[in-house]
């Protein structure tokens, strides 16, 4: 990126911030790859991450074989940050992606994210352990807790145990960094960020619909920026549905999640369509301009009034069974 571009790119990407009330300092630290696949700072982490990352809800529900060679694939092009989590398929896509980690010093060229689904101490640990055996690591980069969808989680996550058992998988090297997500209502997001530990990262939706209902991107994103928290984006489709439902690009859906401060974006893919698309956008990525920004929020008001759009937010349906099953709703 020249010295001109990179002007044009941080007066573009302040412009559509400031119309948000966000803090451009994370996309004006953004840096061009050697692979073609700009990184972003992971918070205060002190690493790196590429902008688009590979989820692995969608890699573990693909054939292995096709599997594998999307992960390849994926590592070649510069998109290096791995979602992940331990009920995924029930193990299935933590099996797979180390499959395909396994060979070809690929493991080292990643940075490793999985989700650890229990609340109390044992449980946490045998999370740890499973994962690390399934992903065929030493170690995990991120270890986050998966999908803070319910009032209680926050309480029982520090009561239980859970982040005892995450701290001492740290002090082991087992676990690099620790965080958490949620997808369902910014009040138990905020709840985390109240308790008294100093997290890595936080997971959300992040999507143009989000902006106009419960809204993560206006509510939490910048609590994180100013604490300098890496935001990891996720559902920046909507779970299709801005496609699928209401018609929109989802390339430019893509665009508009990555023009907000987040780090990474992790995104859904189950073909080499769906990569080759991911990485075209981050490859030719320019912020939104603030015309464009109002634009698309006028466009989708009506749609993402209520969250109707959003049913990870308004129902149970998205919610792992797991989950569904600590709170009895199973």
Same mark, same amino acid.
Request: glycine residues 6%.
């Given at each position: 990126m020249t010295i001109a571009n990179r002007r044009e790119f941080l007066k573009a990407a302040?412009?559509?911030?400031? &119309?948000?009330? @966000?803090?451009p300092a994370v996309l004006s630290a953004q840096q061009d790859s050697p692979e073609g696949i700009p990184t972003r700072p992971l918070g205060k982490t002190g690493q790196r991450v590429s902008i688009v990352g590979l989820g692995g809800w969608h890699i573990g529900s693909v054939p292995d074989d096709l599997a594998v060679k999307l992960m390849h694939e994926a590592i070649d092009q510069g998109?290096?940050?791995?979602?992940?989590?331990w009920d995924y398929h029930d193990g299935h896509s933590e099996e797979v992606m180390g499959k395909a980690l396994a060979t070809g010093s690929r493991r080292d060229k990643v940075f490793l994210m999985t989700k650890a689904c229990a609340r109390d101490y044992q449980g946490?640990?045998?999370?740890?352990?499973?994962? &690390?055996?399934? @992903?065929?690591?030493?170690?995990i980069d991120l270890l986050q807790f998966h999908e803070v969808n319910y009032a209680d989680d926050p309480d029982w996550i520090f009561d239980r145990g859970a982040l005892k058992a995450a701290l001492e998988a740290r002090k082991e090297g087992k676990v690099r960094y620790i965080g958490f997500t949620g997808h369902k209502d910014i009040a138990h997001h905020l709840k985390m960020l109240s308790k008294p530990f100093e997290w890595d990262t936080a997971q959300m939706p992040i999507n143009i619909l989000d902006a106009h209902y419960r809204s993560f991107q206006k509510e939490v994103v910048p609590e994180c920026n100013r604490r300098n928290i890496g935001v990891i984006g996720m559902k920046g489709l909507a779970s299709g549905l801005l496609a699928s439902r209401l018609g929109l690009d989802a390339s430019l859906c893509r665009r508009y999640a990555l023009s907000l401060p987040i780090s990474t974006l992790v995104c859904g893919i189950a073909s080499r369509e769906n990569l080759q698309q991911d990485l075209a956008v981050a490859r030719g990525f320019k912020p939104m301009s603030e015309n464009d920004?109002?634009?698309?929020?006028a466009k989708t008001k009506e749609a993402g009034r209520e969250g109707r759009n959003e049913p990870f937010k308004t129902t149970n349906g998205f919610d792992s069974g797991v989950h569904r099953k600590q709170h009895g709703l199973l």
């Open positions: 302040a412009a559509g911030l400031a &119309l948000a009330g @966000l803090d998109m290096t940050f791995f979602d992940n989590a946490v640990k045998k999370n740890v352990e499973d994962s &690390l055996r399934r @992903l065929q690591t030493d170690r920004v109002l634009a698309l929020l």
